[in-house]
Structure formats: C-alpha cells, structure tokens
Antibody, heavy 120, light 113 residues
Framework: EVQLVESGGVLVQPGGSLRLSCAAS????????MSWVRQAPGKGLEWVAN????????HYVDSVKGRFTISRDNAKNSLYLQMNSLRAEDTAVYYC?????????????WGQGTLVTVSS | DIVVTQSPDSLAVSLGERATINCRSS????????????LAWYQHKSGQPPKLLIY???TRESGVPDRFSGSGSGTDFTLTISNLQAEDVAVYYC?????????FGQGTKVEIK
C-alpha cells in the first residue's frame, strides 16, 4: 500500500526556519516526481514545489522562491522541504504528494499533511 | 502562470440529483503532440487529504465511482456528479498540470440540499 507520511510541522516565529519531511513507502520512490502542496486555513489548495526523480529538475511557485528548498533522498525514500524566512502567510497544512507516471503533475497519492503555523 | 477559475463557488444539490462544476483555464491545456488535456479533478473531504478523481480531463482514476465524469476541451471543462450521494459532500478542485507552477481552481463546495 502506498503511504506518504509528513512530519515536522510546528509553531514557528516569523522569520524562522523549519524542515518538513515526507516518508514514502509502498512504491518505488525513486521512479516518481514528488510535490509539496499546501492549504492555508479557510483557503484552497496551492502547489508549492516539485522535484524530478533524481532531483536534477526542480520547480517552485513564485511566492516561495528563494525561501524554500525542496530536496529528496532516494536511499531513504524521503522528500524534504526546507522553509526559511517564514511569513505568516506560509501558515498552512503542507501535503506531500506523488506525481503520477505517464506525464504531467497529476497528483495521485497524498499524505495526511502536517500543520505549519507561523506566528509570534 | 495559468489561472484556473471554477464556478460556482458552492452548490447545494438534492440526493440523487446531478451536480455540475465548471472550470476554465486562462490558456489552453491541450498538448498537441499527444492530444491530451492536462487537467485533473480532485475531491477534498474535511479532515482528509485530497483525492484524485479525474485526469486527462476525462479519465476516471481507478476505483472512482462512475457517477463522476469529466468533460471539456481547450480551456473549458466540467465535472459532473450524477446521482449525488451523501458521501460526495466535499470541496472539488480542478488543477492544470500543463505547465509549472501547477495551479488549482479556488474550489467548489458541494452540499446536500
């Protein structure tokens, strides 16, 4: 069974840093693009970033460029999101999601999410 | 960036009736090389992660009931829920995956009338 389990979400002060992790199991992690998607309280879904199977190609939404870094460790079946210079507007549930094979970023498996709260 | 807009923001439908959700992208999401529309639909229930329902605009994900169907082309797409069931109460999102950043519509909340 495919499983994605996020961790690392906490309360952090504005300007602080945080690293989210996503542990994958039940599939060949190194064969898939992976994404982070977030949902702010009362808002819709927002795609944040993705990484190619070997990490050689990465994309970000403009609002996090220069502040967030997505990475992966295929030996550990893990995806990461390093979040720096956090702002109140980064407060959200962060989901790890697998991009389906066959082309494009359709997200066929999602974790349960981890809550990041940025507040003083 | 491709802007994706859904309508309506919410709708209430009687059990057993049909719910129709519209999605419009600011530019075509059709790749001419494979004639596929890079458009997906998700169901998001409270307290759960989103679930992929439809991809390539009209292909149902494995295990999704056939009362869910997707249609459309170019920039205009529709998700139809036929014979609405109580378990279909959720927020529904469309998403384009034609070009990064992937973008979602603002969501449509479906309730029982």
């Amino acid at each position: 069974e495919v499983q994605l389990v996020e961790s690392g979400g906490v309360l952090v002060q504005p300007g602080g840093s945080l690293r989210l992790s996503c542990a994958a199991s039940g599939f060949t992690f190194s064969s898939y693009w992976m994404s982070w998607v977030r949902q702010a309280p009362g808002k819709g879904l927002e795609w944040v970033a993705n990484t190619k199977q070997d990490g050689s190609e990465i994309h970000y939404v403009d609002s996090v460029k220069g502040r967030f870094t997505i990475s992966r460790d295929n030996a550990k079946n893990s995806l990461y999101l390093q979040m720096n210079s956090l702002r109140a507007e980064d407060t959200a549930v962060y989901y790890c999601a697998r991009e389906s094979v066959g082309g494009g970023g359709k997200l066929d498996r999602w974790g349960q999410g981890t809550l990041v709260t940025v507040s003083s | 960036d491709i802007v994706v807009t859904q309508s309506p923001d919410s709708l209430a439908v009687s059990l057993g009736e049909r719910a129709t959700i519209n999605c419009r992208s600011s530019q075509s999401v059709l790749y001419n090389s494979n004639n596929k529309h890079y458009l997906a639909w998700y169901q998001h229930k409270s307290g759960q992660p989103p679930k992929l329902l439809i991809y390539w605009a009209s292909t149902r994900e494995s295990g999704v009931p056939d009362r869910f169907s997707g249609s459309g082309s170019g920039t205009d797409f529709t998700l139809t829920i036929s014979n609405l069931q109580a378990e279909d109460v959720a927020v529904y999102y469309c998403q384009q995956y034609y070009s990064t950043p992937w973008t979602f519509g603002q969501g449509t909340k479906v309730e029982i009338k």
